[in-house]
């Protein structure tokens, strides 16, 4: 079974920072797959933070936009969320995901998740 992990979640004031790192299989990262990140809050619905495509490109949550990078080292094989100026509001557990129909919320892998806390 694929696995792909997150690290770097924690407790952070706000207007912290914070890097989620993701770990995976080799091809994740170089053949072609979509990956992003994912957030859930309690008592909320799950919903897509950052999406990195193919070709480079990223798109972003609005209410993240300008504080929130998404990048992919293919030769570490390791995807990052640059997260800062954290709000209490990013306050979730934060997935990794790739492949399958990610941008329509529907990847074919998923990491187990990692805290984020923001305090005001």
């Known amino acids: 079974q694929v696995q792909v992990v997150e690290s770097g979640g924690g407790s952070v004031q706000a207007g912290g920072s914070l890097r989620l790192s993701c770990t995976g299989p080799?091809?994740?990262?170089?053949?072609?797959?979509?990956m992003g990140w994912f957030r859930q809050a309690p008592g909320k619905a799950r919903e897509g933070v950052a999406v990195?495509?193919?070709?480079?490109?990223?798109s972003y949550l609005d209410s993240v936009e300008g504080r929130f990078t998404i990048s992919k080292d293919t030769t570490e094989n390791i995807l990052y969320l640059q997260m800062n100026s954290l709000k209490p509001e990013d306050t979730a557990t934060y997935y990794c995901?790739?492949?399958?129909?990610?941008?329509?919320?529907?990847?074919?892998?998923w990491g187990q998740g990692t805290q984020v806390t923001v305090s005001s």
């Open positions: 080799e091809y994740l990262y170089r053949r072609g797959y979509l």
């Open positions: 990195i495509y193919t070709d480079g490109r990223t």
């Open positions: 995901a790739a492949g399958g129909r990610l941008a329509y919320g529907e990847p074919s892998y």
